[in-house]
């Protein structure tokens, strides 16, 4: 069983001058238009366009105010949880995740099996009653775009995903993505991480990322008055 350690990803826009044509119906998508000879990233290389076309900034607006730093060397894992529930303004805390995954007060790392397994039927409780529920589908591999862009985007959910750590092949980091920047016959150009071991985002682009991706864990919190 691998472990894991757990960053989160997120996705953003690379240029600022580019002109804002229109903005989707919902909140997350803002559409923009790359003119022919504008600077672009493409597979890490910064290239120039070589005709017009659309990109997508598909985000979740604000999310960077749950940014949560490890509380130890171990606790990414339980830092990225925390964040995925903080967005539902439910506050939660990383020891509270580690007895609540370990059974106990565990300095250590938490398996796919235990993060999953916690992921699917987390219940919060308030007075009595049931108000948000947890669940979780588990995919080895690198996810297609369009299920990371409806996740993040219609969905408005952030996806925690697991990275290969070059330090050992039983370790993975787990990453979450809040953010894409996606071309249009292109596809996604551009991913940012938030390390919550260095406190710090970064960007990566999509080709390291179908190099490194190992699994996705596509969460949802449901609330009752959602049923």
């Known amino acids: 069983m691998k472990l894991f350690f757990i960053f989160i990803f997120s996705i953003i826009s690379i240029a600022n001058s580019h002109a804002q044509v229109s903005t989707a119906s919902d909140s997350y998508n803002t559409i923009y238009t790359i003119e022919e000879g504008e600077k672009i990233i493409q597979n890490g290389q910064v290239i120039l366009a070589s005709k017009p076309y659309d990109n997508v900034d598909v985000t979740l607006p604000g999310f960077d105010k749950y940014f949560s730093e490890q509380q130890n060397m171990m606790w990414c894992w339980a830092a990225c949880i925390q964040m995925v529930i903080n967005q539902r303004d439910i506050q939660f805390e990383q020891k509270e995740i580690v007895r609540a995954i370990q059974g106990n007060f565990d300095w250590s790392t938490a398996t796919e099996e235990q993060i999953k397994t916690f992921l699917n039927g987390w219940k919060f409780f308030d007075n009595g009653t049931v108000r948000l529920t947890t669940?979780?589908?588990?995919?080895?591999?690198?996810?297609?775009?369009?299920?990371?862009?409806?996740?993040?985007g219609p969905h408005g959910r952030p996806l925690i995903v697991s990275i290969k750590n070059n330090v050992s092949d039983d370790e993975e980091h787990l990453v979450v993505l809040y953010r894409a920047l996606f071309q249009v016959g292109v596809g996604i150009i551009d991913v940012v991480i938030y390390d919550p071991l260095r406190n710090e985002t970064k960007v990566v682009d999509w080709s390291t990322c179908l190099k490194t991706i190992s699994g996705s864990f596509f969460t949802t919190i449901v609330s009752n008055q959602d049923r």
């Open 135 to 152: 669940n979780c589908f588990y995919m080895r591999g690198v996810p297609v775009p369009n299920m990371i862009l409806r996740q993040i």
